[in-house]
Structures are given as C-alpha cells and as structure tokens.
C-alpha cells in the first residue's frame, strides 16, 4: 500500500485515483457512504476499495465531503508528506472499521466494542477541535482543512455523531446479502428494505432461492 505514486505530481496522482475509486453513494448518511468502502465487508477478507490516501482524497472529492480547493491543497501536502499521508490514511480505515463495527452490532443487537466507542470519540475530539462558528453566514464551519491531511475524516466523524444523535438511528440497517456488510438507512415506509440493492445483493439472493428450489424439487416422470 503506497500513500501516492511519488512520480506523479499531485494532481495527476488524484485524477488516477479519481478514475479508479469504485464505490457507490447510496447509503442514505455520508458515514454509511464511507463504511461501504470495503466490499464484502463481513467477510473474513474484506475487499479494500481506498488503497491509498489519494483514493480517500478521490472519494471525499466525489462525496462532495469537502471543497475542491481543499483537495487540491491536500494532494499537495500528501505529495509533500507521503508518511503523514499513510498516517491519516491508516486512522481513516480505523475510522471505518470502527463505524462499521458500531452499526453492526447495532444492527444484530449486540453492544458496541469498546475499542470501537473509544477510537470514535477520540476522533470526534480531533474533529470538533477544527469546527468553528462562522458568525458573518452563521454556519458551522472546520478550520485548517488546507494544512491539516486527517481533514477527510472531520465530516464523516460528525455525520457519525449527526447520524447518532437523530431519530434515524433506528433505520441503520446493514445488508442481509452474506457477507456483503453493507450499511444503508433504510427509507422504506413500513422499514422493509433488507438488501444495499435489489440490483446487487438482492438479484443474487433471490437466484439462489429458485436454485435451492428448483433443485430441492422431486424429480420429474
Ligand atoms: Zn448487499
């Protein structure tokens, strides 16, 4: 795993990983989004769809998590920094592991994993330190994004909190295709929705129901 391709100047690094980062926005809640970076997620190996802090970069700029202008500067500073790059990189994945894992347990009514609890709040802690109030548009606002290369986990830890504290908390749902792991908020009226896709996980699941029926059939003449 590298933080960028070092002979690559920034911008082209961030337009390759532009190009490559396959990863779907569906989920309903910008740190669901970010969860689902990992197909197969409840699998024993999962499959890593952020390989590099270019990618993370990639994914914050398609999410629209963060200003254009900011990413550009990051990619700079991570061209700059490539081992503080991978540093923040390695706390974005902890990040994700430890939401996933959260909503999860959630999910199957199990209680949270401390390690998972602690190392939310303490990114909740780096975050809030860079949120500001802009009294002139009366918004909240971070601070230093430009100069600072764990920015890209600043809006997903506060859509953890967000997320956390509304009533939505109860439509958390995560994916019934083993082992997809997905996470989605689940919007349906009557709270049905069990699948991230009908298109995906749904299609796959409801082939193997005709197949274990069609070949559990007696056989025919
Ligand atoms: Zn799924």
């Not at 199957?108 to 330190?129: G, T, Y």
């Not at 967000?162 to 958390?172: A, E, K, W």
């Amino acid at each position: 795993m590298s933080a960028i391709s070092s002979s690559h100047p920034p911008d082209v690094a961030l337009q390759s990983a532009l190009g490559e980062l396959n990863v779907e926005f569906g989920a309903g809640h910008l740190c669901l989004d970010f969860a689902n970076t990992a197909d197969w997620h409840a699998s024993a190996q999962p499959i890593e769809l952020i390989p590099s802090y270019m990618h993370l970069l990639a994914w914050a700029q398609l999410r629209e998590a963060l200003a254009t202008e900011t990413i550009q500067s990051l990619a700079d500073l991570a061209t700059h920094h490539p081992a503080d790059a991978l540093d923040a990189l390695a706390r974005a994945i902890a990040l994700r592991e430890a939401i996933y894992g959260v909503f999860s347990a959630r999910h199957r009514e199990r209680s949270a994993n401390p390690a998972n609890l602690a190392l939310i709040n303490e990114e909740l802690q780096h975050a809030f330190d860079h949120l500001h109030l802009n009294g002139g548009l009366l918004a909240w606002e971070w601070q230093e994004t430009q100069e600072s290369l764990d920015a890209p986990l600043w809006p997903i830890v506060q859509s953890m909190a967000d997320l956390l504290t509304s009533s939505d908390v109860g439509r958390v749902r995560e994916c019934a295709g083993d082992p997809c792991g997905w996470l989605f908020l689940d919007t349906s009226r009557n709270r049905s929705r069990r699948w991230c896709s009908m298109e995906s996980c749904g299609n796959r699941a409801k082939a193997r129901r005709h197949y274990e029926r069609t070949r559990s059939m007696p056989p025919r003449g």
